[in-house]
């Protein structure tokens, strides 16, 4: 599937947006979006869309170049941050432990991610190869090594925000 780091960053504030009130969710979702606004540096870099001066040998992008964040991305990781050096456990100020018996939030979001990631893939079929949702159903089913039941369910959880994001 083509990268657009814009579809990226939208995807990530559309995830964020399901469950806004939770800290943890806008620290994992802000480094994903940092992470997203890093893989499309390095896209650039080594696919030589970036003038000469803009190019470092060692970190691909030259380390001064200005780069664009979403300030609620440099917001929420700010927040961690002052949270952390005012003495908070670092998983306890990033918002990543899981509590008694649960699995940490990266874990839970991970799994979302790539749910989403599965209905992106399917909307992506029905547009670009004009195949039925059921038929890219069905292909998912073999691509993702899942049950037809599991990717069903993770279309009905997730297709319409993958119409969304695939605009």
């Excluded at 992506?124 to 090594?145: K, L, M, P």
Aim: proline share 4%.
């Amino acid at each position: 599937m083509p990268w657009d780091v814009d579809k990226h960053l939208a995807g990530c504030l559309n995830a964020y947006q399901a469950d806004p009130g939770s800290y943890g969710r806008a620290v994992f979702f802000a480094f994903e979006a940092i992470a997203g606004i890093g893989r499309e540096g390095m896209r650039k870099a080594h696919s030589n869309e970036l003038p000469k001066e803009l190019k470092d040998p060692d970190w691909d992008l030259a380390p001064t170049s200005c780069v664009d964040v979403p300030w609620l991305w440099v917001r929420t990781l700010t927040e961690a941050w002052e949270r952390y050096k005012a003495g908070e456990r670092l998983e306890k100020a990033f918002g990543q432990e899981g509590g008694q018996g649960k699995s940490s939030i990266n874990k839970k979001l991970d799994t979302e991610l790539d749910h989403r990631s599965i209905a992106i893939w399917i909307w992506h079929r029905v547009q670009e190869d004009g195949i039925t949702i059921t038929d890219a159903i069905s292909a998912a089913e073999n691509h993702f090594n899942k049950s037809d039941g599991r990717i069903r369910k993770i279309w009905e959880m997730y297709g319409r925000s993958a119409k969304h994001i695939s605009k």
